[in-house]
């Protein structure tokens, strides 16, 4: 049987959907992805398909394949990491993995805010020209993300403790998150593994900060709201259409006060936009992308 292979590739896993083609799931599984690269290409293509095809089933091949790739962050790359899967023998069509948002939210044009290990916007012009905005890695930016916030949290209460502050409970949860003694050993904590693996575990303690009063913890929440409300703002300066705001990420997904604040924040800046939580996993937009490419293939 010839399925519909859709690949959600983010920081820290690759989810990978197999549908037949009446929709039913033959394969939903999940793998590290801590390794992958998004360049050089071809290397890229190798280690998409090294992870697929032993997920196929017996007897079963791929019809076509729908990839959103952390790290593909202009039509440019998509295009050649489409083209190198193709020169493997695979239709393909990759997206970044913001765009598979929209289209698991089963919505033809909008735009995708994803807040989990990092951050981005992405929308489309009315001409299908793909924006991007943020998504610049948690030293530059990815405001909104695990590790940002994680970032932007301890910087707030190392420096209540420099200005001998009382402690508003924000530093209290990040030293029981590392199990440190005092603020000069938190710093050492953050500092000795500056990773996303070390700094974004820690971002619910932020949270539960926040939600017992904290307000430093609380600021944090606020700015990283602020941070994504405005990437919606300079793609839709640029052009990006669509009524619906589809987020998705661990942090924004599994944080309510997260999303109460970025709904807020649109709802104050863009009053003609929806906030939308994504319902669905995004790979299912992946296998909407491969089902797509498919009825191209057959239609040539």
Not at 54 to 71: F, H, K, R, S, T
Not at 153 to 161: D, E, G, I, R
Not at 257 to 285: E, K, S
């Amino acid at each position: 049987m010839k399925l519909h292979v859709g690949a959600d590739i983010g920081g820290t896993k690759l989810a990978i959907r197999m549908t037949a083609p009446d929709g039913t799931v033959r394969v939903d599984t999940q793998v590290p992805s801590t390794d992958w690269e998004a360049a050089p290409v071809q290397e890229a293509a190798r280690w998409l398909l090294s992870r697929i095809r032993p997920a196929l089933p017996e007897g079963d091949e791929i019809a076509a394949l729908g990839v959103g790739a952390q790290g593909c962050d202009t039509q440019e790359h998509c295009a050649h990491l489409t083209a190198a899967l193709e020169a493997l023998g695979v239709p393909a069509t990759v997206v970044n993995d913001g765009s598979l948002l929209v289209p698991a939210a089963g919505l033809a044009d909008g735009i995708g805010v994803i807040a989990g290990t990092g951050s981005i916007a992405v929308g489309a012009t009315a001409d299908g020209t793909v924006l991007f905005a943020g998504g610049w890695g948690w030293v530059l930016g990815d405001e909104g993300s695990a590790p940002a916030i994680v970032r932007e949290a301890t910087k707030a209460a190392l420096t209540a403790y420099d200005e001998r502050r009382p402690d508003d409970g924000l530093l209290a949860e990040l030293l029981a998150h590392y199990c440190a003694a005092d603020a000069p050993a938190l710093a050492r904590a953050v500092n000795d593994a500056p990773n996303p693996g070390t700094w974004g575990p820690a971002a619910p303690a932020v949270f539960r900060a926040a939600t017992a009063g904290s307000a430093s913890a609380l600021t944090v929440v606020d700015d990283a709201a602020t941070h994504l409300a405005a990437l919606v703002g300079r793609l839709r300066a640029r052009g990006a259409v669509g009524e619906t705001v589809v987020a998705a990420g661990s942090v924004v997904l599994g944080q309510p006060l997260l999303a109460n604040r970025l709904r807020a924040r649109l709802g104050t800046n863009h009053p003609d936009l929806t906030l939308r939580l994504l319902d669905v996993p995004p790979v299912a937009g992946a296998v909407a992308l491969a089902r797509a490419r498919h009825g191209a293939v057959t239609r040539a």
